[in-house]
T-cell receptor, first 112, second 116 residues
Framework: SQQGEEDPQALSIQEGENATMNCSYK?????LQWYRQNSGRGLVHLIL?????REKHSGRLRVTLDTSKKSSSLLITASRAADTASYFC????????????FGTGTRLQVTL | DTEVTQTPKHLVMGMTNKKSLKCEQH?????MYWYKQKAKKPPELMFV???????INESVPSRFSPECPNSSLLNLHLHALQPEDSALYLC???????????????FGAGSRLTVL
């Protein structure tokens, strides 16, 4: 079963613009991760934010976490065509060992 | 070596065939995973191995049979599959199921399976 839902399902922007994706999840978590998947390929881990953190940065990525609202956002600044991919949030619900469960995903298209 | 290697990249099989998907990593990771992904859907967990022992089976039909011969290898044996089993099968690994690095997965590129 899916733990998270992402919004929007699809996003189309121009190169240089910022892209924001949102993730909502259902149960308490220890951490939340974001992964990227290029079309038909494997997933690549981008960033992990712990439940006691509110914001984290990595290069052009900024992730926020609001555990009271059970939501997270991923901001990609100054987007590039190479950022075109699907982005998934992923969580391990507390008490479920290693069942890393992915959200529904956002398909990002960055055009020149 | 920071890769997870999956073979074959593509597999077409009939419903009566027996085939296997293979996965290999040399990062010293002790947890390995199989995920199934249908088009435009998120990956769904199938199996988790920890220290070569099956830790999680997400109620996967017995026509999928996982095997972990050693800490670097993970196989998925396929038998009597149905057309609806056609999907991208993703292998992943992590340092362990506990502690630092737990649940941070390194994925392979996937094996695209078509069942006729």
């Amino acid at each position: 079963s899916q733990q998270g839902e992402e919004d929007p399902q699809a996003l189309s922007i121009q190169e240089g613009e910022n892209a924001t994706m949102n993730c909502s999840y259902k149960t308490s978590i220890n951490n939340l991760q974001w992964y990227r998947q290029n079309s038909g390929r494997g997933l690549v881990h981008l960033i992990l934010i712990r439940s006691n953190e509110r914001e984290k940065h990595s290069g052009r990525l900024r992730v926020t976490l609001d555990t009271s609202k059970k939501s997270s956002s991923l901001l990609i600044t100054a987007s590039r065509a190479a950022d075109t991919a699907s982005y998934f949030c992923a969580t391990v619900p507390t008490g479920t060992a290693s069942k890393l469960t992915f959200g529904t995903g956002t398909r990002l298209q960055v055009t020149l | 070596d920071t890769e997870v290697t999956q073979t074959p990249k593509h597999l077409v099989m009939g419903m009566t065939n027996k085939k296997s998907l293979k996965c290999e990593q040399h990062m010293g990771h002790r947890a390995m995973y199989w995920y199934k992904q249908k088009a435009k859907k998120p990956p769904e967990l199938m199996f988790v191995y920890s220290y070569e022992k099956l830790s999680i089976n997400e109620s996967v039909p017995s026509r999928f049979s996982p095997e972990c011969p050693n800490s670097s290898l993970l196989n998925l044996h396929l038998h009597a599959l149905q057309p609806e089993d056609s999907a991208l099968y993703l292998c992943a690994s992590s340092r362990s199921l506990q502690g630092a690095g737990a649940n941070v997965l390194t994925f392979g590129a996937g094996s695209r399976l078509t069942v006729l």
